[in-house]
């Protein structure tokens, strides 16, 4: 094929390149450059929003942030929250089409916080080796969304275990292995 009849045929294949490289953007199915979480804890009645992962990477002052935010409020131990669980909240709010707060029940426990949770009540459903010892579940509610709805979004996820407490209204959610309850 000779130059002539090659520019022929690249410039419109340019330019239908191009524009589907806009009509993409338009509808928003861009990786966008910045996650941002906003939470409100029910037990400490604090607010945090923050801007957790931006330009392709996890913020660690915004992490340090995060880890005390959901630190365990009985006795203010501290762990590292698993950033795929901010991940998957951030994803599982996306998909709602939502930008509300995440209302926190609990996230991050420390082993006696979590023994007395489980004295209390031997049916309530607290785990042994539950994933808050580990950072890697949390409790929550979502502004302007019912749970069961909540609850269907991240099962559709596959990324974790999801629990459903229908008479205290919150969903749980972790990065453990993929069940439901």
């Known amino acids: 094929m000779n130059q002539r009849k090659a520019k022929r045929f690249l410039v419109p294949a340019l330019c239908a390149l191009a524009l589907t490289a806009v009509s993409t953007l338009s509808q ?3 990786v966008p450059n910045s996650r941002e979480l906003s939470f409100y804890h029910t037990h400490t009645g604090k607010h945090l929003n923050v801007v957790y992962w931006q330009n392709g990477g ?10 005390d935010f959901l630190s365990d409020f009985r006795t203010g131990d501290r762990a590292e929250i698993d950033p795929q669980l901010l991940d998957l909240i951030y994803d599982v709010r996306d998909a709602l089409g939502s930008d509300g707060t995440y209302e926190i029940i609990s996230a991050y426990r420390s082993p006696k916080t979590n023994e007395m949770l489980r004295g209390q009540s ?55 292995r993929v069940r439901r309850w």
């Open 122 to 176: 031997a049916s309530s459903g607290v785990a042994r080796k539950s994933q808050h010892l580990l950072g890697k579940a949390i409790d929550v509610r979502l502004e302007g969304v019912k749970t069961a709805e909540l609850r269907d979004a991240a099962i559709r996820m596959q990324r974790g275990g999801v629990g459903f407490y229908e008479a205290s209204d919150f969903v749980h959610m972790d990065t453990g």
């Open 58 to 67: 996890y913020v660690e002052p915004a992490l340090d942030e995060i880890n």
């Open 28 to 30: 928003g199915t861009a």
